[in-house]
Nanobody
Framework: VQLQASGGGLVQAGDSLRLSCAVSARTFSSYHMGWFRQAPGKEREFVAAITWSGDMTYYADSVKGRFTISRGNAKNTVYLQMNSPKPEDAAVYYC?????????????????????WGQGTQVTVSS
């Protein structure tokens, strides 16, 4: 499976930005999807995740209430709506995929739980 993240750029604090991740997979609806970010000098950290069915979403405490993850299975795309971004949200954002298996529980916050990664899209937030 291949992932292509897009939508990053320069945004003012308090505005909004939507990231997209296009997934080339025959069965996109069989994948859990996640967003992570990495700022310079820091480790990659979890931002948000959504289950294969879309019935569960997970968020880092730092973005809860401001960011929303969603998926459009008809378009093989997962989105991250970033509302009221803060300067500390600036980072390279990566989308990731983990195939669904009924006997394997998703650990949404765990980098190593995801099998495929996109190339990243830069988000810069000006204050």
């Amino acid at each position: 499976v291949q992932l292509q993240a897009s939508g990053g750029g320069l945004v003012q604090a308090g505005d909004s930005l939507r990231l997209s991740c296009a997934v080339s997979a025959r069965t996109f609806s069989s994948y859990h999807m996640g967003w992570f970010r990495q700022a310079p000098g820091k480790e990659r950290e979890f931002v948000a995740a959504i289950t294969w069915s879309g019935d569960m979403t997970y968020y880092a405490d730092s973005v809860k209430g401001r960011f929303t993850i969603s998926r459009g299975n008809a378009k093989n795309t997962v989105y991250l709506q970033m509302n009221s971004p803060k300067p500390e949200d600036a980072a390279v954002y990566y989308c990731a995929a983990k195939i669904y298996h009924p006997l394997v529980r998703l650990r949404p916050h765990t980098v190593d739980d995801y099998e495929s990664w996109g190339q990243g899209t830069q988000v810069t937030v000006s204050s």
